[in-house]
């Protein structure tokens, strides 16, 4: 046994951060995270993940929540654990590359408003992406937690993932994360590969994983036999299913040993006791398919925040009753971009492009996302393994394919955009600008302050299935259609929160050019008149967090359009005419 595996396990519990990401869509408000980060911060934690990952966007997209707000607040609370961010390298937290000046400016502030520790990762384990952010992060004195993006393919295997392993030592990583973000590391696996980075190289090793398969707890135990360092855990009410293992189960299995992690069950207790009310108040948000555990993971390797994600979106499309389809679909769509692990941007990659080729009824990519098409022309970095001059063709036709480094293709934004952002009246702070950069389609209406927070949905009765009930019908009054958003049934009576003109028209008529998903209108990219030719993009619009263009069918003239930037469609609207 390696010698490490005398000293103490630490943890970092993901409460705040990873849990409520896989299980209910990263829905935790900051008015509930912050009594809970006063009595988390007594437990003795080696860190607490409170930032990142998703956490940025739901605030400003869904919850009218400022991230910087709610990073120096934690931090005020969080006075003796240091907060961990996850980072998505030069993807930052988005879902594209970002020029290095974004890059430099953000990891600053985030260091700057609470951030302690910043756990690193490349979506494709592209180092050329993580190298700009791992640099800054040195810079600020802050731990540089380097990632390891852990997936199982024919592209695959220990060796190079300890290779790996290496070259983020060699860039001066305080410690290193194996990230299983879909809980497919199998005890044996976990064994070898802690063992080969503790023989390869002299640095603390954490491993993260979800209890998607049932497995992560073994892996676990295998894992501080081999020596693990630190292991992510979840509080139990918000632990399990598509979450992390709970803190306070592998804290009480090394009392006594010589591993044993010094953290008091009773302090656990309390933490536990106000996660279980947070529970009862989300109760809605939870869904049976993120609980459960799941062994059909091991065939998609879907990480649980995208679960949790693409369940509302097909809920969003009326859509989930072709939720096994999308499942089968995934890993065809994986093979056919040369395996990526499915971890952010990825996965929403990944995922998002199966659900289009399943909602076009089986015409795989037909309709393909801008980020499917950016990936395949090397902008996100090199794949890990080949894709096919026949799904390279289908996707992106005769197109060259970048080998360089994607970022050196940015030209510097920070300065620009913060002047566009300061005329347009959006920078109230600093932080702002990097809010607008991030998130140009959404921030604008966050940072005027006319975004709404979304309801928590009350739990279902078990006598009535979710799935029976409506969320939207379209009604008719005096000849005029309304749309109506459904919030309760209760017996007969329906209760709503809105009703609002739509304007959008539905149903067959000739041109119309129909909108095949839910979602927000992105970009009009023509105007009445324009001549168009078949193929010509239209519309964008912004579907499950990716870009999905609407593209003319034939050649003709634009004689009618129905919808503006930043409106709302249902699958089945009618948004523009060609003649």
Known sequence: MHAASTKKVLITDTTLRDAHQSLIATRLRTEDMLPLAQEIDHCGFFSVEAWGGATFDTCIRFLNDDPWDRLKALKAELKHTPIQMLLRGQNLVGYRHYPDDVVDKFVDAAHKNGVDIFRIFDALNDIRNMKRSME????????????????????????????????????DCDSICIKDMAGLIMPAEARELITGIKKAVDVKVCLHSHCTSGIAPMSYQAAIDAGVDILDTAMSPVAMGTSQPPTESVVASLIGTPRDTGIDLIKLRVVRNQCLQIREKYGGLFNPISERVDSDVLIYQLPGGMISNIVSQLQEQDALDRWDEVLAEIPRVRKDLGYPPLVTPTSQIVGTQAVLNVLVNGQRYRNVTKEVKDYVRGLYGKSPGPVSDEIRTLIIGDENVITSRPADLLEPAYESMKAEATKAGLVKKEEDVLTYILYPAIAPSFLKGERTIEEIPKRQPAQKPASDIPSQMEVEVDGEVFSVKIVSVGGSKVEVTSVAPQKIPRGEFAGGIKSNMQGMVLQVLVSRGSAVKKGDTLIVLEAMKMENPIHSPADGKVTEIFVDTGDVVQNGDVLLVVQ
Request: hydrophobic fraction near 35%.
């Open 136 to 171: 800054r992060v040195k810079k600020t004195g802050a731990h540089l937690q380097g990632t390891i993006s852990y997936t199982t393919s024919p592209v695959h295997s220990t060796k190079s993932f300890i290779d790996l392993a290496k070259e983020l030592y060699a860039l």
